[in-house]
């Protein structure tokens, strides 16, 4: 496979596959370290590369009336872990190993 057949594969996995862009730089990466490090061959710049597209991700994020709103529905174990969640920003695992010695209450 030349040039055209690899832009080709690289083409077919982003417009007809509809793959991922981390999926297609991945095989982009791939091919070109086989091309290159393996075979020993030197692939041009790929002309007519269709790169897929890196889908819009619009961060989801609590207003303070809303947060009140999900910790007034718990109590106990429950609400102190959530508070500690969302007020120190740690992640659930870390919350899960927290033991009383590690939290100064002052």
Same mark, same amino acid.
Do not use: Y
């Given at each position: 496979m030349?040039?055209?057949?690899?832009? $080709?594969?690289?083409?077919?996995l982003?417009? =007809?596959?509809g793959?991922?862009a981390?999926? /297609?730089n /991945?095989?982009?990466?791939a091919l070109?370290?086989?091309y290159q490090e393996?075979?020993?061959? =030197? @692939?041009?710049?790929?002309?007519n590369? /269709?790169r897929a =597209?890196?889908?819009?991700r @619009?961060p989801v994020?609590f207003?303070?009336a809303?947060v009140?709103?999900?910790l $007034? /529905?718990?109590?106990g174990?429950k609400? @102190?872990? $959530?508070?500690?969640?969302y007020?120190c920003?740690?992640r659930l695992?870390?919350c899960?190993r927290?033991?009383v =010695?590690d939290?100064?209450f002052?």
């Open positions: 030349g040039e055209a057949e690899v832009t $080709a594969f690289l083409n077919f982003a417009v =007809k596959r793959v991922a981390s999926t /297609q /991945q095989a982009l990466s070109l370290f086989l393996v075979l020993g061959w =030197k @692939l041009g710049w790929l002309e590369l /269709q =597209k890196r889908p819009v @619009l994020v207003t303070r809303e009140k709103a999900v $007034a /529905q718990m109590d174990t609400w @102190l872990m $959530a508070s500690l969640l007020g920003g740690l695992h870390e899960l927290l033991r =010695k939290i100064d002052a």
